[in-house]
């Protein structure tokens, strides 16, 4: 089983800052791609930014050149540093990670419980 942690959430003004971050624990060989998904009011979830093992990076189209994902894989860490924030941008934003058990094992994704983004003046 792995555990995910996120922190980071809250209340900003329109153009503020935000980093939030998602710490994986428990038992697992290896965290492959480690993810952001967020979900605003009535909408469904969407894939905000994932990042590779090696630092390989996507993102959602809405979110280029505002929003960063890194990770620090000796802490099983993600962060997202999300800049320029917009009204638009609120959501609960959820961490995702994708884990193997033992080497053999195929991947099972992981969810963590969601931190709440509200970006209003």
């Known amino acids: 089983q792995v555990q995910l942690v996120e922190s980071g959430g809250g209340l900003v003004q329109p153009g503020g800052s935000l980093r939030l971050s998602c710490a994986a624990s428990?038992?697992?060989?290896?965290?492959?791609?480690m993810g952001w998904y967020r979900q605003p009011p009535g909408k469904e979830r969407e894939l905000v930014a994932a990042?590779?093992?090696?630092?390989?990076?996507s993102y959602v189209e809405s979110v280029k050149g505002r929003f960063t994902i890194s990770r620090e894989n000796a802490k099983n860490t993600v962060y997202l540093q999300m800049n320029s924030l917009k009204p638009d941008d609120t959501a609960v934003y959820y961490c995702?990670?994708?884990?193997?058990?033992?080497?053999?094992?195929?991947?099972?994704?992981?969810w963590g419980q969601g931190t709440q983004v509200t970006v209003s003046s």
């Open positions: 428990g038992g697992f060989f290896r965290i492959n791609v």
């Open positions: 990042i590779t093992r090696d630092g390989y990076r």
């Open positions: 995702n990670a994708a884990a193997q058990a033992t080497w053999l094992s195929s991947a099972i994704d992981y």
